[in-house]
């Protein structure tokens, strides 16, 4: 069955930095484009980057243009969000996604705080 296992979540002061993986399983990596998400307490989840199947094109929501980025290895069936010049309002669970032909897919989550 499908798996996104995401992981690299973690406590950093502002303007740190973090790397985020997402690791796939249970269906053709390289044929999906994949995303990332973010809810904050109270708050709806939201798209944060999102990657097509080879890679050639990406996009971010505004508020994390310039300081995130997201990347693949098909070699690997990964995903990663680096997150750069991290802020308070960064904070949330942020959340593997795919959407493949049996549906909606999301890991389990991931927790980054960013607080001094």
């Known amino acids: 069955q499908v798996q996104l296992v995401e992981s690299g979540g973690g406590l950093v002061q502002p303007g740190g930095s973090l790397r985020l993986s997402c690791a796939a399983s249970?269906?053709?990596?390289?044929?999906?484009?994949m995303s990332w998400y973010r809810q904050a307490p109270g708050k709806e989840r939201e798209l944060v980057a999102l990657?097509?199947?080879?890679?050639?094109?990406?996009n971010y929501a505004d508020s994390v243009k310039g300081r995130f980025t997201i990347s693949r290895d098909n070699t690997k069936n990964t995903v990663y969000l680096q997150m750069n010049s991290l802020k308070p309002e960064d904070t949330a669970v942020y959340y593997c996604m795919a959407r493949v032909a049996a549906g909606i897919k999301w890991g389990q989550g991931t927790q980054v705080t960013v607080s001094s």
């Open positions: 249970g269906f053709t990596f390289s044929n999906y484009a």
């Open positions: 990657i097509t199947r080879s890679a050639g094109s990406t």
